[in-house]
């Protein structure tokens, strides 16, 4: 024993205890240290794997899409490349071949051109965000003038989806389709926004020209998924709007473009008027140039009613007037008798801008609501403005000749 150790009192055995404790300490430090590393080892070997798949993505060509055509004889596939040409390519090995039905949507290895993968039967996400999930607001009492047009839209849209067994009993067809035609402005569309908000059908929009697309056959594709789409959420209502974008008559001469626009005209008669049956389908069409309709769209079968929404009347715009007005803070009455005699020839989008044009008077004279002397000079800006038609031009008589149609 040390003379340290003799002056302190510490004997030998506390000398080892306090030695052992200490030794232990360290070795738990160091144990401790240990998973500490191994933890950090293991993090850090998992980010390495997750920055090397990643960086392998990267490096992979892409995957092309296309539909399979039919099985070959000789084990290969015959497929339908998303870029155009039908391929003739190689299956993978692990790919489980009953699931290879004719339409289906298959992946292509870009280098060796060999089905990879088989995604099933799906729908074009383009085609799906047509439906309208969230309904307008729109309902029939907010349109003004209108009332016969709505009456016909309801006899030959809504009647049909919700009491088919009247014309079985009846023994009648119900109408198809509709199409609305008109001057630019009357409420053609907003009858359509109408229908979506008044009905529990599933309802499918589109403008026309986006059926117009780059490569042969992507239209007339387009058209036939977008009836599939609507057989399959039957009862359904398909609105095209600006219907003479793809639906112009059809020439021996024109370019390419003009011949795939036919192409896809060609599509759309065929499933209105086709083997398959539309059933529980309606369509609603929309137009400003029904001269330049082809006719074999406007037959019976197809749009077996064709409405003519008209310019509204002194009595139409005074209930246009009414229903803007409802909603406008107001200072005084308004006289809508007088509004509407000096409106004669305005559509209903004139009446509308009149009415915001009268807030922003309100709002130039420091004043949270709107008086007549508004309105007035509102008349004044609006139906003044220049390039604005009072007349329906586009909709004239003779064209209405030309075409066979008489008015609804």
Request: net charge negative; glycine share 6%.
């Amino acid at each position: 024993m040390s003379e340290e150790a003799e002056e302190l009192n510490i004997d030998d055995k506390s000398i080892e205890k306090i030695i052992e404790e200490d030794i232990g300490s360290y070795i738990s430090f160091l144990e401790n240290r240990l998973r500490e590393l191994e933890n950090k080892y293991a993090k850090l070997k998992m980010e390495l794997e997750h920055c090397r798949s990643e960086l392998d993505k990267m490096l992979q060509p892409p995957l092309i899409e296309a539909v399979f055509l039919e099985m070959l004889p000789d084990g290969r596939a015959l497929v339908r490349s998303s870029t155009g040409p039908n391929l003739v390519v190689y299956i993978k090995d692990d790919i489980d071949r009953s699931r290879l039905k004719p339409m289906v949507s298959v992946l292509l290895n870009s280098r060796g051109s060999e089905i990879v993968e088989v995604l099933g039967f799906r729908e074009d996400p383009f085609v799906k965000a047509m439906e309208v999930v969230e309904r307008p607001n729109t309902r029939y009492s907010d349109i003004g003038g209108l009332e016969e047009q709505i009456r016909e839209l309801k006899e030959v849209v809504e009647l049909p989806l919700k009491n088919p067994e009247l014309f079985k009993k009846l023994g009648i067809e119900p109408p198809k389709g509709v199409l609305l035609y008109g001057p630019p402005g009357v409420g053609k569309t907003l009858l359509a926004r109408a229908v979506a908000g008044e009905t529990n059908a599933t309802f499918i929009r589109l403008v026309a020209s986006e059926l117009a697309q780059k490569y042969i056959g992507e239209g007339a594709r387009l058209v036939r998924e977008l009836f599939a789409l609507a057989r399959k959420n039957a009862p359904a209502i398909i609105f095209i709007d600006e219907i003479d974008a793809i639906a112009a008559k059809r020439l021996d001469i024109g370019t390419s473009g003009e011949r795939e626009i036919h192409r896809t005209l060609t599509q759309l008669l065929a499933e209105i008027d086709g083997f398959d049956p539309l059933d529980k389908v309606k369509i609603i069409a929309t137009t400003n140039r029904l001269d330049v309709i082809d006719p074999a769209l406007l037959r019976p079968g197809r749009f077996d009613r064709i409405i003519y929404v008209p310019l509204p009347d002194k009595r139409g715009r005074k209930e246009i007037f009414r229903i803007y007005i409802r909603k406008m803070s107001l200072g005084e009455e308004i006289d809508l008798e007088k509004l509407s005699e000096l409106t004669e020839g305005a559509s209903g989008a004139d009446i509308k801008a009149i009415c915001t044009e009268a807030g922003y008077e309100a709002i130039r004279s420091g004043r949270d609501y709107v008086v007549m002397e508004d309105f007035l000079k509102a008349i004044e800006k609006i139906l003044r403005r220049p390039g604005r038609e009072t007349e329906p031009s586009l909709i004239t008589r003779s064209s209405q000749k030309e075409v066979g149609i008489q008015h609804v």
